[in-house]
């Protein structure tokens, strides 16, 4: 009797839980979680694949992702591996591919020691160990935008603020004044993170933009990360690396990926170098708990790396080819706001439009010119502060030349139709 009381009481009482001594919480995922941005520029991606299955052609021009093939020398080496197993590779990277990084750093002027280099799964793990292990939680890193969007993404996972100084199209998103710059450094300010050649911008940062950055990071003891993914795609001007100068060779990170370069997106290989013993082996330690990157990935790209000329150069042609063709293009297109850019395979341009997002979704949505339309990446994805890049949108030298012409020759009849419908 005494135990039915007891629970019928229980039952309809509003107190707390006897048996804890604090209050219940509620179920949520945590705030980190809460402010991960999905990807900017696979938002539209499922309304262009709705309009190709009702047989509307689409010209991608939103993402990032080299058409042409992979060298034949990857799969010949995933053949060649003779291990009976496909064992856990060491958490800094197989033999194999340290010393190809090595090789392929020094092919370009750059000398990095084997054990100054982790080897990452893509470009995007090394920016992640180097956010980590620079910055404490709510520490800054100081950004350009428009930046690649998913800098942000990164940021969040390591608990990192990105503090964004703004850059102008006007100039083709070249650095502002050093003193523009130091304007945004504060007490919690860790590194500047910079992209040259760019994505999405297409600029390479010259000799006197890096070393105005060098200054500025030996005057603030701050890190300088360099993410040169785009290395050997530089057009204009030279891609000159951060590693070259040695006045911050304590201070500098470089942070590189073979997926652009090789067409090897989806093999996952990249890397993150330094002569700053406890950076490498604070990356080693991240290394560690996530074991390993994929053995035989690491086994496939060594010979790239190896000889890279050999593979990057007839790719760095076609897409200077495809870099020409679009710039051309653009000039028949009335109202475009754009420049050239000196690398890379994007370009941020300015639409005459008031919304970019609102006429890339009306022009993958509605709009198509003998049964083709455009999948575009509106550009306030790769901004920071709101409203910014609200006009503009990216564009990626993803298809062949007259693929590229077509693609261009229908946006220029869809704003023409859009700004009558939208004044």
Request: charged share 20%; with cysteine; net charge neutral.
């Amino acid at each position: 009797m005494e135990h039915e009381t007891f629970f019928k009481q229980a039952s309809t009482s509003t107190l707390k839980d006897p048996f804890l001594s604090t209050p219940r919480r509620s179920l949520a995922i945590s705030r980190r979680a809460q402010e991960m941005q999905a990807s900017p520029l696979r938002k539209l991606a499922a309304i262009a694949e709705a309009r190709k299955k009702q047989g509307t052609k689409v010209y991608h021009l939103n993402i990032g992702q080299p058409d042409l093939p992979t060298s034949a020398a990857v799969f010949e080496a995933i053949r060649n591996f003779n291990q009976p197993t496909i064992a856990y590779a060491p958490s800094n990277g197989i033999p194999a591919a340290l010393s190809a990084w090595r090789n392929y750093f020094k092919h370009n002027g750059i000398e990095f020691e084997e054990s100054e280099m982790i080897v990452t799964a893509g470009g995007s793990e090394a920016i992640i160990f180097a956010m980590c292990a620079v910055c404490d939680a709510n520490d800054e890193i100081i950004v350009f935008e428009p930046f690649y969007t998913n800098y942000n993404g990164f940021a969040t996972i390591a608990d990192v603020r990105l503090r964004a100084v703004p850059l102008s199209i006007a100039n083709g998103f070249h650095l502002p004044t050093e003193e523009e710059i130091e304007a945004h450094i504060n007490p919690r300010t860790r590194a500047i993170l910079i992209c040259s050649p760019s994505n999405p911008t297409g600029t390479i940062y010259s000799r006197a933009e890096l070393e105005m950055l060098v200054r500025l990071v030996k005057k603030h003891n701050l890190f300088l990360l360099s993410d040169e993914v785009y290395r050997e795609f530089a057009y204009e001007a030279e891609s000159i690396s951060v590693a070259r100068f040695s006045e911050i060779a304590d201070r500098a990170i470089l942070l590189d990926s073979c997926s652009k370069r090789f067409n090897v997106c989806g093999a996952r290989i990249g890397v993150i170098a330094s002569h700053n013993n406890a950076v490498i082996q604070t990356a080693l330690k991240f290394g560690m708990a996530r074991l390993s990157v994929a053995t035989l990935e690491q086994a496939a790209v060594a010979p790239l790396l190896n000889s890279p000329d050999a593979y990057t150069k007839p790719i760095v042609e076609e897409f200077h080819r495809r870099r020409d063709a679009v710039y051309e293009g653009l000039k028949s297109i009335p109202g475009v706001t754009f420049y050239k850019p000196e690398g890379a395979f994007y370009i941020v341009i300015g639409l005459p439009v008031k919304d970019s997002e609102h006429f890339a979704r009306w022009l993958i949505e509605q709009y198509q010119y003998e049964n083709e339309t455009v999948l575009l990446a509106p550009a306030q994805g790769f901004y920071a502060t709101p409203h910014k890049g609200i006009n503009e949108v990216r564009l990626a030298f993803m298809l062949k030349v007259e693929d590229l012409q077509k693609s261009l020759m229908i946006i220029k009849r869809a704003l023409e139709q859009y700004q009558r419908s939208n004044p």
